[in-house]
């Protein structure tokens, strides 16, 4: 028999850096779930990740107080922000000027690697949808 689902507990945690301080403890506390096991089986399987790189991630919490997770592809905001090389996006969206630039080919490849958590039926409509998220963010797009 299926265990009973009791609810799902969604965050973004930095890659490899899994700790019981907020926002994962008191998630997984209100739960009864064992916080420490999660950081540790977390942290193992995003070592090899970049440090630092946001993971969202899904936790299944269970009636009898055991939990499965998945982790997502990072934020298409990151992957912008880093091909850009920038800090952070634009205060003024469709306002003020750029801050920053990205080509088509990096745009491609970042669609190819967030396609399987993407809402797109192929690499182009992705290429779209990204496109979208860098005008938002004050990217340019430009040929190349």
Not at 14 to 30: D, E, H, I, W, Y
């Amino acid at each position: 028999m299926a265990k009973k689902i009791v609810g799902y507990i969604k965050l973004q945690i930095p890659a490899g850096k899994a700790n019981p301080s907020p926002p994962v403890g008191p998630a997984l506390g209100q739960r009864g779930l064992n916080i420490m096991q999660f950081c540790k089986e977390f942290n193992a399987l995003t070592q090899s990740m970049e440090p630092g790189m946001p993971v969202p991630v899904v936790i299944t919490a269970f009636a009898d107080r055991t939990f499965n997770f998945v982790t997502k592809t990072p934020p298409n905001t990151y992957f912008l922000k880093k091909a850009a090389g920038i800090s952070k996006g634009t205060t003024t969206p469709g306002k003020g000027a750029a801050v920053g630039k990205v080509t088509m080919t990096q745009l491609r490849e970042i669609a190819a690697t967030k396609m399987i958590h993407m809402n797109a039926n192929d690499v182009d409509g992705a290429v779209r949808m990204l496109i979208d998220s860098a005008r938002s963010m004050g990217v340019t797009v430009v040929e190349g």
